[in-house]
């Protein structure tokens, strides 16, 4: 009991401690110009966030994607993808009937949850593609159809939900979005010897027609469209896992 | 053409593939020759910058300023790089032995071997946060493969603290974009040394060293970074500690780089020597209290990853080739050690009190694993010899005689508990039947030939050390840091 | 006049992949004259000058296409 509460004491002490030098730091924060000067001067697409994201710095966007890929990859094997052995699942989810089941919503959420979901997939294509002129991108666009396809589950169920995004379906959107990335960048290194080179031209055809006065759109939207659909991929996945537990029974082998 | 970012690529490319294929047949004779793919990748950079997207120097008035992502290669980013290499393949190559392996596995390799060679490669630091971030990932992934509660158990503990280091970071990284307008690391250092230092720039500081250790396993995460080895699989330990290992010695090089030649470093050097003395320490002492072949070379791990730091911390030039040499060396052996510990878990269990006798069973596997056992406390003609003397001379040469006496003592530690768990496992007398039971058990010709192989590196080097240092020593120079010589010559 | 095209045919790719996943029948009309509505109110991408965004529009077309291709049971 003593020990307890000297240790809490010294972690809140390490807390506050910690804290103040935190706040200290941001408090007397001045931000200096530097490289954004560069940033904000030359014009590539009309939404300079999405310049940055997608030209300047294209490398760390990929891996971000990545960082969402793994966190999938590895919340996949949270619930039995791939594991050496099973027995620790097939003990915590071996006896457990395996049900889904509906909460019964009212008849509102169920009404609206296919209209709204279907514009909610309309206005997240149109968020990624207008990514490079608009606010927004492959990220946002794609949390959007996620978001309609989390809409639809929740107040339908997983059994009888009216949009069938099946988990291979969406495995194969994920591998395919970052392919496109990874392969975009190959590409570029191939025409110009840089990776992720922001190709303008091939053989004088754009590679995304686009009307004048956009700048040079190059592979952005290409890049959005992977990001997109990587990203819609990754959080319906991670949603697929943490509603249903037919996936974990299939990957212990049973059902 | 410089092809230097296809050793990020490539690997990142076949991880997405694999994760897509996970289930299929193909995946064992691929995963093969993957490992063998992986050897090319570090030999195709040519040394110098390389520039991503074309982006490349652009003047700001008379200030030349790197206005894309950076990557550079040099003879010491290209050791370290075909060492991780090295361990990844030979991991890959005794995967395809297990019978329950799937793309996952594979998949999350690669994926770690790409982030921590981009972490290496890298000379910019939000691309570094990035790829420090998929490592951690993955590591608690690789930890989470191996199926048992404990493993659940420590992967979720390191990844909850890993949210929080991960985002201490990445505040760090924000607060010094803000204090000097650029994330180049040359770049920033060069505006560090120009500009008044401001609380800002202390608070980057403090929140990277944060970063640092938990990604490397120094104090206060090394239990955290001990549990995730003790709990996976041990031959997966074997790249975990290489992750983790190449982590440290690239995040030490970054404050290195940044705060080197900053009054502030004076003070940094302090907390980063008190860090890795207590790492050295704690790990060593827990260690001997060890009852578990895999938690005593976890430890083990923890402490040597002390050792590594402390070089980099010392920050002269001498010390930091100490440092990086010794984590290179420790890669090799360790991973020689783990692979051993995987035999013995093979064979019976990793826990010492079960097994025993083992050397009529595998005298070829005992001598081998005497021989890591001997490189890992620093006995020549191995590596480890090689590196702790020169750690020695370099704590002597930056005036601090006490910690060389600490060094010594550690040693006599390791000594210890090394020796005591080879004659537990190999020496103790044990009965009849239990030796026909050992011997039942046939172990694949892979893991003794890796073995081999790893040892003999540990030897070649052991003997021929200028290989590596005459590589690594024109790099280091230019790194070290020139005040601390200065002051040492002229106390 | 590819130039104005190239995107909403695009979206409607996409819309197409998306909406052969959904199972439920939806009613055709209804949602052209919603689209329309929220198009309108959406207004077109900037340098795409026209009164309301038909990249939305050709997106949920693209989508009820999809959808009208995995109807029949």
Same mark, same amino acid.
Request: glycine content about 10%.
């Given at each position: ?164 995004? $099946? ?69 319906? $996945? ?18 | ?238 790249? =975990? ?54 938690? =005593? ?14 070089? =980099? ?78 750690? *020695?001379? *370099? ?97 | ?73």
């Amino acid at each position: 009991m003593k020990l307890s509460v000297s240790r809490e004491v010294a972690v809140s002490l390490s807390f506050l401690l910690f804290g103040a030098g935190v706040f200290y730091s941001i408090y007397s924060i001045e931000v200096v110009e530097g490289v954004n000067a560069i940033y904000t001067h030359i014009k590539i697409v009309p939404n300079f966030v999405s310049a940055v994201l997608f030209d300047w710095r294209g490398f760390d966007t990929l891996g971000e994607c990545l960082i969402l890929i793994n966190s999938v990859l590895v919340t996949g094997i949270v619930f039995g993808k791939g594991l050496f052995n099973w027995d620790f699942l097939k003990e915590v989810y071996g006896e457990e009937k395996c049900k889904d089941s509906d909460l019964g919503f009212t008849p509102i959420v169920k009404v609206l949850a296919v209209p709204m979901g279907v514009l909610l997939m309309a206005l997240g294509i149109l968020v990624i593609l207008g990514g490079h002129i608009t606010p927004g991108g492959g990220f946002q666009g794609g949390a959007l159809i996620s978001a309609a396809y989390v809409l639809a589950m929740v107040a339908f169920g997983v059994r009888r939900c009216p949009i069938r995004f $099946t988990y291979k379906f969406l495995e194969s959107l994920e591998s395919f979005g970052a392919l496109l990335f990874l392969i975009l960048g190959l590409l570029g290194m191939v025409l110009s010897g840089y990776y992720l080179y922001n190709i303008r031209e091939i053989w004088g055809i754009p590679p995304f027609p686009s009307p004048p006065g956009v700048g040079d759109v190059g592979i952005i939207p290409y890049l959005n469209i992977g990001v997109g659909l990587k990203v819609l991929a990754g959080l319906s $996945t991670i949603t697929v896992l943490l509603l249903s537990q037919r996936i974990i029974s299939k990957n212990i082998g049973k059902g | 053409m410089n092809l230097l970012p296809l050793i990020v690529v490539v690997p990142l490319i076949t991880a997405v593939v694999f994760s897509y294929i996970y289930r299929s047949k193909y995946v064992k004779p691929l995963t093969l020759f993957i490992g063998f793919i992986l050897l090319v990748l570090p030999l195709l950079g040519t040394y110098g910058p390389y520039f991503f997207g074309g982006h490349g120097i652009v003047y700001i008035g008379t200030i030349p300023l790197v206005s894309g992502i950076v990557y550079t290669l040099n003879p010491l980013k290209e050791t370290m790089i075909f060492t991780l290499m090295l361990i990844g393949s030979i991991v890959l190559v005794l995967s395809t032995r297990e019978r329950e392996l799937s793309g996952v596995f594979t998949s999350l390799v690669l994926m770690g071997l790409a982030s921590v060679s981009a972490v290496i490669l890298t000379e910019d630091l939000f691309n570094l946060y990035v790829f420090y971030e998929i490592a951690a990932i993955t590591q608690a992934g690789l930890v989470i493969l191996s199926g048992t509660e404990e493993a659940y158990r420590s992967a979720f503990r390191y990844l909850l603290v890993g949210t929080m280091a991960g985002s201490i970071l990445l505040l760090g990284v924000g607060l010094l974009l803000s204090a000097t307008g650029s994330l180049n690391i040359g770049d920033m250092g060069r505006c560090l040394t120009v500009n008044p230092l401001t609380p800002t720039v202390y608070g980057g500081l403090l929140m990277l060293i944060v970063g640092l250790a938990y990604g490397g396993g120094l104090p206060p995460f090394h239990t955290l970074k001990a549990d995730l080895y003790a709990r996976a699989k041990p031959f997966v330990a074997a790249i =975990l500690q290489a992750y983790s290992k190449f982590i440290l010695i690239a995040l030490m090089l970054v404050v290195l780089k940044l705060f080197g030649n900053l009054p502030i470093f004076h003070t940094t050097r302090g907390v980063l020597i008190a860090l890795s003395v207590f790492a050295m320490v704690f790990g060593t002492v827990m260690a001997l209290l060890q009852e578990d072949y895999r938690k =005593l070379l976890a430890y083990h791990t923890v402490s040597q990853g002390g050792y590594v730091a402390l070089g =980099l911390a010392l920050g002269t030039p001498l010390a930091i080739l100490a440092g990086i040499f010794h984590g290179i060396n420790h890669t090799l052996y360790k991973s020689a050690l783990f692979i051993g510990a995987h035999i013995l878990d093979k064979i019976k269990s990793t826990d010492m009190r079960k097994v025993g006798g083992l050397l009529l069973v595998t005298p070829t596997l005992a001598f081998l694993i005497l021989c890591a056992k001997l490189a890992s406390i620093g006995i020549p003609p191995f590596n480890g010899f090689q590196s702790k003397l020169l750690l *020695a001379e *370099a704590v002597m040469n930056a005036n601090m005689p006490e910690l060389a006496v600490l060094m010594l003592i550690l040693s006599i530690g390791t000594f210890l508990y090394m020796m005591k768990a080879f004659y537990l496992i190999f020496l103790r007398p044990c009965s009849e039947e239990q030796l026909r039971e050992f011997k039942d058990v046939k172990i694949s010709k892979y893991y003794i030939l890796s073995l081999g192989l790893l040892l003999v590196l540990c030897l070649f080097l052991g003997i021929y050390p200028d290989i590596v240092i005459d590589r690594l020593y024109p790099v280091v120079e230019d790194i070290g840091v020139k005040w601390v010589l200065e002051s040492i010559k002229n106390s | 006049m590819i130039e104005y095209l190239f995107l909403p045919f695009t979206g409607m790719i996409l819309g197409f992949i998306l909406g052969r996943r959904i199972t439920a029948k939806l009613n055709i009309w209804f949602y052209l004259l919603v689209g329309v509505v929220v198009g309108y109110l959406l207004g077109p991408l900037p340098y795409y000058n026209f009164p309301l965004s038909y990249s939305f529009l050709f997106s949920l077309l693209g989508l009820l296409l999809g959808n009208l291709t995995v109807r029949e049971k």
